[in-house]
């Protein structure tokens, strides 16, 4: 039973940094690939970035050299380091797992929240101005 358990949010100031972990726990983290999503109140899902297998990562536009998305294979946790945050960031930000189809390359990632079928309960991360 896949489990994804997500850390680290709170609440900071604008052009302050926040690092959110996500533990993972129930799969074989290598067969599957991962991302991180938020919700605002009043809007859509978003797919804020994606890491592959292999590494390979995605992000969205909106937070493209601010953020970074991170694996540890091993010890079975996504991490997302936040910097320069701003207030448009503030949302519930969410873990998800997807595994891969034996026809999916291991550099392969989606951000479509819609592929993606485990879900942590998510963390709060709110950003002040």
């Known amino acids: 039973q896949v489990q994804l358990v997500e850390s680290g949010g709170g609440s900071v100031q604008a052009g302050e940094s926040l690092r959110l972990s996500c533990a993972a726990s129930g799969f074989t983290y290598g067969d599957y690939y991962m991302g991180w999503f938020r919700q605002a109140p009043g809007k859509e899902r978003e797919g804020v970035a994606c890491?592959?297998?292999?590494?390979?990562?995605s992000y969205a536009e909106s937070v493209q050299g601010r953020f970074t998305i991170s694996q540890d294979n091993a010890e079975k946790t996504l991490s997302l380091q936040m910097n320069n945050l701003k207030p448009e960031d503030t949302a519930m930000y969410y873990c998800?797992?997807?595994?891969?189809?034996?026809?999916?390359?291991?550099?392969?990632?989606?951000?479509?929240?819609?592929?993606?079928?485990?879900w942590g309960q998510g963390t709060q991360v709110t950003v002040s101005s």
């Open positions: 890491i592959a297998s292999d590494g390979s990562t």
């Open positions: 998800a797992a997807r595994r891969r189809s034996p026809y999916t390359s291991i550099w392969y990632c989606s951000r479509a929240s819609s592929n993606f079928n485990d």
